[in-house]
């Protein structure tokens, strides 16, 4: 097998650990895509603090560069919803590029952008490409919360609750979340007919499918996360003020018609010094179940998930492939291309 | 499709639960198979504590019983080693009738009784059958490792440490961990010629496979645990001295030629009252990461992933088909048969 070539999109705190680790991995990377002026004309490895020139120059025209680069996969660490996501699949999907991507919506967004994920999914198989989300929530959120309700006779409820800092992920994700907004500020936004679909609501969407169980009631309710102290959020280079907003928590709820319910509280916020990021799931049944991570290093997780989903998004069929449909995921300890299935690519 | 046809397999503590688990799940059960002179031409549903009748006799002849009965697949809880678990497992191959089993070898035989595997494995692939080791070694020791191993960048060592209450599993399993024993009786047991593999090697030997590691070496050191008080084991019906042998612990570890390394700590040891069972692990990489399911309840966990697994062996090809290389276990919400792939049985 020849070595995979992978195209960076979007190069930014993400994708920078991402192209390390592609390196170290063997993927050869053919191309880099930043909508930054800052960027655009510069060195991938200047950008990303490799210490070392990688003699790819950043480009602003995602089209060119999947068209003429050559790339087996592009590896997406630009935005977090469907509606901004769909600019960058649909590059690739065209393009007939494979792609992973750490859009949180892209997960498992059937329920939540079915038109936008629809028309993906069709653009993939008419060029044969393959799109998939992943990150953090890939196996932490989902397949391995799946895979311990597999080994339950009886499930009455599911519960998650998971926290990651806000701080790891780069000034957009940092907007997204409200940081630095009053409580005013956040109680407008979250009333606003504009709010777009939870995160936990994809992971919840996965698990309910994965299951086979039928959605009855879905509720969602957001709380803001207030700063005890003035605080500092490091994406933003921004001072939070006492009482003001750090990120907040989604609590979604899925009740389904077969009496099995679950639960997810998802808080997204500027941590404190002695703050980590947890993942702790519950199961209520026969039996009952749980399952901790610890202080689980989110941001990384979520770099090792986008990089190691290649080689099974690449042996994929083509289409908009939810995470749950791909196999479990692998240690790979060699260089990504000798985990390719013949005449996969 | 039509509900799945199962024969039970061994009439003890085990297959006592997974009969009652397998009828919720709209398993008919069609023929029972005991060696126990107690329990031949008894009723199974009188015998596994449910309160009724299923109309099912125990039977000694197993191979009359798979051939007879329409069988689709035996459910095994016998023993541990695959030197005995040969004779159940070929019974059910030559009848071309799937099988799980909980004996603990079986769930990866391939290093450690490789004769009797390929042995199996060509039966299987004639007449049509899936043969699986499962059990709460399945997800728990293995799958949900593997999984979170495929979440690192890099691994260095993978330490895992757990434990099972002997008294769960009946008084051959509690023999086989030498309840009563002097610590002198153990050690030579332990220092004679005849001793069986140990569960942990199967474990490590399938993560490292899993993964698509080469072994370099391997050692394997066992120490007794002694009860500190006087004990009973449940199981054996049994007081046992302080001082005296309440199971033992090994500890395996596999060295790799890529340099990644397995340690696993297994006690299987009569309880005392404040005890648990854990499931804790620990990978040092980058990043490092750990994995806890607080006291998991082994018998539970076992019994669930026996039953659980049916849809997966049916679904499988033929052969000695182990259990890393089954789909990621799901939840069952539904009759049995409702997950079964066209064609498949």
Known sequence: MNRIKAAIYGVGAMNSIATRMLLDKDVEIVAAISRSKDKVGKDLGDLTGLGRQLGVIVTDDAKAALAESGADVAVIAVNSYMTDAVEQLRNCAEAGVNAVTLSEEALYPWNTSPELTAELDAIAKRTGATLTG????????????????????????VTGRASWNVDDYGPEVAGDQQVGKTVEQFNQWLSGAERPPTFGRNVLDALVADAGLTVKSITSTTRPDVAAEPMHSQALNLDVAAGDVIGFTDIDEIQTEEGVVFTFEMSGRVYGETDGDINDWEIKGEPDLVLSNGNVPTQITTCTQLVNRIPDVINADPGFVTMEKLPRLKYRAFGFHTYLEAGAE
Chains 1, 2 share one sequence.
């Open 134 to 157: 992943t990150g953090h929530q890939d196996t932490y959120w989902v397949n391995i919360v799946a895979m311990m309700m597999g080994t339950a006779h009886r499930i009455d409820h």
